[in-house]
């Protein structure tokens, strides 16, 4: 039997509920702050993201890519910002109002082991905020990431603020971080040693238990800021304040891609289990647009594996079943069938939800089936009603009929309907 490819998932009836909750409050939060949609590529040039995301990185390892036809290297996108930032230079989105502010979701594709909330197919939420250099928009942005938790039922994310610098204080502190490992190398775990000289600030980030001490130790990058890093610091830590956003600084917190400069962080559920307890981060990327070699164009965003949220919500969301409808329509032998079908249709145009009973099923099999998929009103016709071009609407929580003329059938349905909503 042909099963899912290892690490994707389907997303099941069951379970559509809490996504589409996730969905339309991604949505409320990233337009109620003046963000709009932008719908991205599923693959782009391979070039995007080797530029963009670095070398060494593990994104860049973690790529699906391809030779299509024509003979383009192609990659099904591993992130999205760098592809709004493709999407801003060309479409000419500089003559707009700055900052341009963007959203997104959709799937992302990284090859990498499975495991509870990290899949090879996951799906991201993204805000991008591209044309400013204010540190404002970096505390606006990391309290947009935390009113979308809250919207959806994580009450208690913290967010972890640190400063990597930039291209000029940077490769000094770079130099005296690598020395420090060097002399504790034997103390670190082997990706800690591979990382060492490739990528010395993901050491930082090592969650292995042995290292804790070596890297709780290592020199602080927020100790050794340049004078234009330390005033964006400190300007962003006084708009996280005006805005009542609580923080913690990390200084071992840094990104994986290779853009990122100055701001970054990351929110965590209240009860951190690990590395995979991290809900989603974001940070200032100046140095991206020259990656990818458009003209320099500051810029500031956050992402969140949605599956991860899904993971962490607090509420349950144990809402109405797959399926719900409002009425269902029973029916006995051909003729009736017909009759039923042709109600359905005027509710279905009406934006009622309903369906009917297929395949001459008994009517007591129908009404369970009406019970299962949680429908207020049942509609039944037999002989007797088609006789008399009416039908039979029963309230299915007090047990309360009438018989109803097929000529006024949707008028007496919505009625019906209106009446079994509870009073608020």
């Given at each position: ?127 991008e905020a591209i ?130 400069t100055r701001t ?18 974001g940070g200032r ?140």
């Open positions: 039997m042909i099963q899912s490819p290892r690490g994707t998932q389907d997303i099941l009836p069951d379970t559509w509920p809490a996504w589409r909750r996730i969905f339309e409050a991604a949505t409320r939060v990233a337009e109620g702050a003046g963000y709009a949609r932008i719908e991205l590529p599923m693959f782009e040039s391979t070039s995007l993201f080797t530029h963009a995301t670095g070398e060494h990185t593990d994104v860049n390892r973690e790529m699906y890519t391809f030779e299509d036809r024509g003979g383009d290297q192609l990659s099904l996108r591993p992130e999205g910002t760098a592809s709004v930032f493709r999407a801003y230079f060309q479409h000419g989105m500089k003559v707009r109002p700055q900052p341009v502010r963007l959203y997104y979701m959709g799937s992302m594709f990284r090859y990498e082991r499975p495991q509870k909330g990290r899949f090879r197919e996951h799906r991201q939420f993204g805000c044309g400013s250099s204010d540190a404002l928009v970096d505390a606006s942005l990391l309290a947009l990431q935390g009113r979308f938790y809250r919207a959806v039922g994580i009450a208690n994310a913290k967010a972890t603020v640190n400063s990597i610098g930039d291209e000029n204080c940077r490769p000094a502190y770079l130099v005296d971080l690598v020395a420090y490992l060097r002399l504790h190398e034997d103390e670190l775990c082997g990706q800690c040693r591979e990382r060492i000289e490739r990528n010395p600030l993901r050491v930082l980030d090592c969650k292995v238990p042995g290292c804790q001490p070596v890297l709780n130790a290592a020199p602080r990058i927020l100790d050794r800021l340049c004078d234009p890093c330390r005033l964006h610091w400190d300007r962003f830590v006084e708009g996280l304040r005006a805005l009542d956003t609580p923080f913690e600084i990390n200084p071992r917190l840094v990104r994986g891609l290779d853009y990122y970054v962080w990351e929110f965590l559920p209240d009860e951190p289990g690990g590395a995979q307890a991290v809900l989603g981060g990327y100046d140095a991206l647009a020259q990656a990818i070699g458009a003209p320099p164009v500051p810029g500031v965003g956050f992402s969140t594996g949605l599956e991860r949220v899904l993971l962490n919500l607090q509420s349950e969301m144990n809402g109405d079943p797959p399926g719900k409808i409002d009425v269902f329509i029973a029916s006995v032998g051909a003729e009736a069938e017909l009759q039923a079908l042709a109600i359905a249709g005027q509710l279905w145009d009406a934006g009622i939800p309903a369906d009917m009973g297929f395949d001459n099923r008994s009517l007591g099999a129908q009404l369970k089936q009406a019970d299962a998929r949680g429908a207020k009103i049942a509609v039944i016709i037999g002989e007797t009603e088609l006789e008399q071009h009416a039908a039979l609407v029963k309230n299915l929580t007090t047990g309360d009929q009438q018989q109803a003329a097929i000529a006024s059938i949707l008028t007496t349905i919505r009625e019906s309907v209106s009446a079994s909503q509870p009073s608020t």
